[in-house]
């Protein structure tokens, strides 16, 4: 138990402090930007409300408020229900420089500026630090495209199943239901290249080997791992995971150019009902 006297750190961050002088009524948004006023990211206090799984939610009471920013850029997107990539989805951490903060509370707006500092004790440069948050954006919107694929992929899988199911006891259900299985067995060629589909936890994972996605989250880590600059090999092997994931992509937009269409006509020529008693 901590003793009743202990103290608490301040929160790591930037610390938006402002006064309300009552509950509002509508939505509170917080918006960060840099200092080109381009939007880094945006908070409300309707998060928790939604339950919206790790985002912050912005205090909204009437008198004091107080909320902590971690500095840091949105996350990858995710792929729902995915275990092997959790605790993946940081966001690169904003390099010192100028940005601002707008508060928006029932139609009414204030902007603050201010100065991420650079830890004194750091020895890196500016250039050094831009270049560590530059290649972290670009790994991150790799894995973003990734996992955009993986739905992809799985939005067409359940689409595909959802009609194989409905005409399961259609004369043609036969024929429907054969070229379902070849179009999932495309994706999933491609899906098990993008990530482990396999996975169900961490005992997995000395059993299972690791697919672009977790590498491409893995390296993340090791670019932001300290203040410095990215080594050489961080781009050598970031520039061979994207030669890796540049075929799966294009595979995939020749299946949604070729094969769904041929799918979908197939139904079409087989006269499937729209509803199927």
């Avoid at 092997?84 to 420089?97: D, K, N, R, V, Y």
């Avoid at 690791?210 to 989250?217: E, G, S």
Wanted: aromatic share 6%; net charge negative.
């Amino acid at each position: 138990m901590e003793p009743l006297d202990a103290g608490k750190d301040a929160p790591e961050g930037v610390l938006v402090t402002y006064w309300l002088e009552k509950k509002p009524e509508h939505k509170v948004t917080l918006s960060f930007s840099d200092s080109q006023r381009t939007s880094i990211k945006s908070f409300d206090n309707e998060a928790a409300r939604d339950g919206e799984e790790g985002k912050l939610a912005v205090p909204a009471e009437a008198g004091m408020n107080r909320f902590a920013w971690d500095m840091r850029y949105p996350g990858a997107v995710k792929v729902p229900g995915d275990k092997s990539t959790e605790g993946a989805f940081t966001g690169p951490l904003a390099p010192p420089g100028a940005c601002q903060v707008t508060i928006e509370v029932d139609g009414r707006t204030q902007t603050q500026s201010f100065e991420i500092l650079k830890d004194p004790r750091v020895e890196a440069t500016q250039e050094e630090l831009e270049a560590q948050f530059d290649l972290q954006v670009k790994i991150r919107d790799r894995l973003s495209e990734t996992h955009e694929s993986v739905n992809k992929i799985r939005g067409i899988r359940r689409q595909v199943d959802e009609w194989v199911r409905r005409v399961e006891e259609h004369s043609s259900g036969e024929v429907i239901s054969a070229s379902a299985d070849a179009l999932k067995e495309k994706l999933l060629s491609i899906e098990s290249e993008l990530i482990q589909v396999d996975y169900t936890g961490v005992r997995d994972i000395n059993n299972l080997p690791t697919k672009l996605d977790l590498r491409l989250a893995e390296l993340f880590d090791v670019v932001g791992y300290a203040d410095f600059a990215p080594p050489k090999q961080t781009y050598e092997v970031f520039e061979e995971f994207g030669a890796r994931l540049e075929p799966q992509l294009d595979l995939l937009q020749e299946i949604v150019d070729k094969d769904v269409p041929e799918f979908e006509n197939l139904v079409h020529e087989l006269e499937i009902p729209a509803i199927v008693p």
